[in-house]
Each structure stands twice: as structure tokens, then as C-alpha cells.
């Protein structure tokens, strides 16, 4: 007789921004860390240590870049965050206040600006406005994401009502995949599967 799967209830369910990138690169990777609790190793890859440690040593040594440049009264470094509401947990490089009263995130990313900004950009700088806002109880109407090996260029989002709704779509997408261990369809790119983790269980 196949075990059953013991599946969190929605109060029990919190992801963090990263799982939520990688669902929308393929929606059965949350079907693999949170209903079968098969774990990526991400510790494992050298671009993401190397990136956990640029991002410690950019906020000790970046002291008065933001207020020079964007008018920021204060901000915290490295701050973790949880929202019951929105189900979301993560730690956010620097949390902004600004002059006009409102807070914002600030992300570094170790890659270059290539002229455009990436969707998945993006939407880790809406999921940390989410925490912003459930935790300091503010305003949050734009992000900036500092791009280090492009001369720490500094790219500013603006966000708007519709962002946030698209998020939470997403949001109760993944919370039902994880409350009924509901199998999805995997992502119609196959490149996609070539360097996956999880290419040998995955049936197709």
C-alpha cells in the first residue's frame, strides 16, 4: 500500500523567494522540496556562496553609497523577515528608509546589467516589498537592485497594484500544489531540464 504523504496545512506553509524563482522555471520543483522534502543542496554551488558572501561584505563596507544616491535616512543589513499573511520568508540584503517616508529593498546581484531588466529580478524585489510591508507596516513603492560587476550600477523599480496581485496569484498557486501534494505539469522548456537536480526523478 503507497504512504500517504503528510502535507503542511496553509498556516504552515511559508517559501522564500528563491522557491518561488524556481517555480516559475519549472512548477515541479516545489513539488519536490515541499511535498517529497528532496532538497536542492544549493549550498553546494559556488555562484551561490560566492554570492552569499559578496552580499556580507557589500553591506559592511557600503556605508554612505545609498544616501548619496538616493536619499536614504537609514537602512538594516541582512534583515530576515516572515509574513503569516503573504506566507513568505527571506532575508533582504538592506532595508531602506527613505526621505519620503516609505521603505524599499535593496538587492545586489553578482552579474552585470545587460540592458534590461530580468523578470526574476524583478520579482525578488516585489516578494521583499511584500515582507517590508507586513513588517514595518509602511508603504513600499519601489525597490533597487545594485548590479556589482557592473560598477555597483544601481537600477530603481517602481512597483505597482498589479505587481503585487500577480505575486499572490502565484502565492495560492504553490500553497495548493504543497496543500495536496498535487503533482503539476513540468515546464514546457526541456533545456531546462538538462541541468536540473532533479532530472533522474522527475518523470516526464
Known amino acids: 500500500m503507497k504512504e500517504k504523504?503528510?502535507?503542511?496545512?496553509?498556516d504552515q506553509i511559508f517559501l522564500t523567494p528563491s522557491e518561488i524563482i524556481e517555480y516559475l522555471f519549472c512548477p515541479r520543483f516545489i513539488y519536490f522540496i515541499h511535498c517529497l522534502n528532496i532538497p536542492q543542496h544549493e549550498e553546494q554551488r559556488f555562484k551561490v556562496l560566492l554570492g552569499r558572501e559578496l552580499h556580507e561584505k557589500k553591506a559592511k563596507s557600503n556605508k554612505d553609497y545609498l544616501r548619496k544616491k538616493i536619499g536614504c535616512l537609514?537602512?538594516?543589513?541582512?534583515?530576515?523577515?516572515?509574513?503569516?499573511r503573504y506566507h513568505l520568508k527571506g532575508e533582504v540584503d538592506e532595508v531602506l528608509l527613505l526621505e519620503d517616508n516609505t521603505r524599499a529593498p535593496l538587492d545586489y546581484k553578482f552579474t552585470e546589467y545587460k540592458g534590461r531588466l530580468y523578470r526574476t529580478h524583478k520579482i525578488q524585489s516585489i516578494l521583499y516589498a511584500l515582507?517590508?510591508?507586513?513588517?514595518?507596516?509602511?508603504?513600499?513603492?519601489?525597490g533597487f537592485l545594485c548590479y556589482v560587476r557592473s560598477k555597483t550600477l544601481l537600477k530603481e523599480i517602481i512597483f505597482q497594484d498589479r505587481d503585487f496581485e500577480i505575486i499572490n496569484d502565484i502565492i495560492k498557486a504553490m500553497i495548493f500544489i504543497i496543500q495536496n501534494g498535487y503533482f503539476p505539469n513540468a515546464t514546457p522548456y526541456?533545456?531546462?531540464?538538462?541541468?536540473?537536480?532533479?532530472?533522474?526523478?522527475?518523470?516526464?
Open 5 to 10: 504523504l503528510s502535507l503542511p496545512t496553509e
Open 74 to 84: 537609514k537602512r538594516e543589513n541582512l534583515v530576515y523577515l516572515v509574513s503569516e
Open 131 to 142: 515582507l517590508i510591508m507586513d513588517n514595518y507596516a509602511c508603504k513600499v513603492k519601489k
Open 190 to 204: 526541456k533545456v531546462r531540464c538538462i541541468d536540473c537536480c532533479y532530472k533522474n526523478i522527475c518523470l516526464k
